[in-house]
């Protein structure tokens, strides 16, 4: 369950950025869809290295998080 819940999230997610791309950006509907597939791979490089580094994604992105939103308030 708790992976088909993750599935969905990052679908969903990736949906809401190629719509966004589309309506925003006034892109094809093509080039957004790659650009969105682009990045995908793009970020699913980093959590493939931080899988064979031995760390944990999430004990390095919230750090990560925590210190953009205290850099921007």
Known sequence: MKKFFTFS???TS???FVMGLYF???IEPFLAIGFGILLL???LGHV???KK????FVVTI???IIKTINNIA
């Open 48 to 50: 493939l290295a931080l």
């Open 14 to 16: 990736f949906a809401i």
């Open 53 to 56: 580094l031995g760390t944990s």
């Open 62 to 64: 919230i750090p990560a």
């Open 24 to 26: 925003l950006a006034n």
């Open 41 to 43: 791979i793009h970020e």
């Open 9 to 11: 999230v990052s679908l």
